[in-house]
């Protein structure tokens, strides 16, 4: 992902955060100013209830948004967990923690302090040179921050998912990061066959959202682009989460614009 993609993505996952705030104010100052003596009457106000579907509009994708997120923070006992249940490795510049299981699995966890694990069952399937590969592909994810970054990404992409396009932006930036991670490898020393021959072998990427695999996106078209480079990647998401921003902020802008004609209006009429 790059620094102009993040930025759009934490200014929209801001923006989803804010909008909520921004679309109730009115709302709460209305009937503020009104007295809780009309309470019953303003909320029955063709205006009040306007404002109150506008914040409901902008509430429903930040309470999507909210609970992906407080998904990610509860994993935090897993990246525990594992941490607990593995032994530390190094092997030159490269570093991570052997799990005790049989399955051919390599990636990396946590969102402050990321930490790559490679199964037992991966060390002992992999070559010298796929193991390799496959820890300067994890090594790219610790050094890009990833995990902070799709978490947050699979966060908007749950909070949006009544757009339908959504969920093929946040596939193919997911895609993205592998793939930049893919190229990290190579140009560290890894050859293409082995990483390759690495992919093929690693089992399912993990479930847990603040984890990402070695196979956590679109396999095929990997392996494909790692046997032709020139494969062109989707196209930058930036200007897609621009726009996604502006939708998510409208509800909020049309909550204030109404109560600016409002205000403007009685003012010309008391005149």
């Given at each position: ?101 049989d399955t051919i ?120 682009r790692l046997v ?28 204030h614009a109404v ?13």
């Amino acid at each position: 992902m790059s620094q102009g993609s993040r930025l759009a993505l934490a200014i929209l996952a801001t923006t989803l955060l804010v909008a909520p705030v921004a679309a109730l104010h009115p709302a709460l100052s209305h009937l503020s100013a009104a007295g809780f003596a009309r309470l019953s009457l303003e909320l029955t106000h063709p205006m009040t209830l306007g404002f109150l579907a506008l914040a409901l509009v902008s509430i429903l994708p930040a309470a999507g948004f909210a609970l992906a997120i407080g998904r990610g923070i509860r994993g935090m006992a897993y990246v525990r967990t594992l941490t607990r249940n593995s032994l530390p490795v190094r092997e030159g510049a490269l570093r991570y923690r052997i799990l005790p299981a049989d399955t051919i699995s390599v990636f990396t966890a946590g969102i402050f302090r990321p930490v790559t694990f490679v199964t037992a069952g991966a060390e002992r399937a992999l070559g010298e040179r796929e193991l390799r590969a496959a820890l300067l592909h994890e090594a790219a994810h610790r050094r890009r921050r990833d995990v902070f970054w799709r978490l947050l990404l699979q966060a908007v992409g749950q909070a949006l998912a009544f757009v339908p396009w959504v969920r093929r932006l946040v596939d193919q930036e997911a895609l993205r990061s592998e793939c930049a991670a893919d190229e990290y490898a190579v140009r560290g020393g890894a050859s293409r066959l082995a990483l390759f021959e690495a992919i093929v072998a690693a089992s399912a990427a993990p479930s847990n959202p603040l984890a990402v695999g070695l196979t956590s996106a679109d396999v095929e078209f990997r392996l494909m682009r790692l046997v032709d480079p020139a494969l062109p990647l989707p196209g930058r998401p930036t200007r897609a989460f621009a726009a996604l921003t502006a939708a998510v902020a409208v509800p909020a802008v049309a909550a204030h614009a109404v109560t600016l004609a409002a205000s403007v209006c009685t003012g010309q009429l008391l005149m």
